[in-house]
């Protein structure tokens, strides 16, 4: 697919990758800001950029999943590009073990081996608190929405428009994903509300768009994490461990298993955050039999 970009508002551009909306903010004719760096592994987005005599002076990173960091390694050695991460994104990126906490709950060479794919250093931390970020002489402004990840971000450039990375997904991509990712979406939940706070000229959404207003999309986005717990919940008729639910929910929404361990390990995580979600909510409840942990909807474990 040949790249594209597109303006925003003013020096806010969009380069519209396949999978993803990868924001820029242009400092002069030749020089940009990258809000994160997408998903495309092969170089595609290193040669477009130098295809149009741009150059990457930094990037910032709303969170450190692969598909927002893809391109971070190879524009910090061909470019020299600095990298900003969230303060506890950048300790879950810091070593295997880390990312093994930070992220996943899989076996440790395999994420291990994970890992070494995205080797690129943190040159900037950004802090734990809202407000402004000034990188290049540019000021942009930094809203901390967490869940989708531990420390995920959102930016306002100086033209006005928020790039919220993860914390919603688009129109099309509520239409056709079958489930959504989230560290705890009890803590995401509440990211989304607070994107209403936002009033701005224009937004872009990681994966799939770009909005003039984010009102009715918080509230699809609010149902459909609605509906997915729903399905859950409906899947435990009994007393289930947290496996014999991922199986039941796997069955009940036809997911099918991928021979990338990694994206597969992400699938059941998916399904464990929406148990914890509806166990913090009250509507499942938790015992230990045998050392396993298993589930049940609230008020009918038998005496």
Known sequence: M???AQQVAGNTWCIVQPRAMVPYYQLNEREIILLDSGCMLHGELEEWLEGQGLRVRAILNTHDHWDHVAANAALQQRQGSRIYLPRLEAAAHASPLAFKAGHENGNYRAVEA????????????????????????????????PGHSVDHVAFRTPDDVLYVGDTLMSGRLLRQAKLSYALSHEVDLDSKEKLRRYHCAAYILAHGSIEQ?????????LRYIRRRAETVWRSIEKPMSMEQIIRAVWKRLGLHADAYYYRTLETGNMIRSLVQLLCSEGRLEHRFEDGVEHFNRAGTWEA
């Open 114 to 145: 994970f890992w070494q794919k995205f080797p690129y250093a943190v040159d900037e931390e950004i802090g734990l608190e809202d407000g402004p970020l000034e990188v290049c002489g540019a000021v942009f402004d930094v809203i901390h929405t």
């Open 213 to 221: 207003d984010l009102e009715e999309l918080i509230d699809e986005n």
């Open 2 to 4: 040949k790249l594209t």
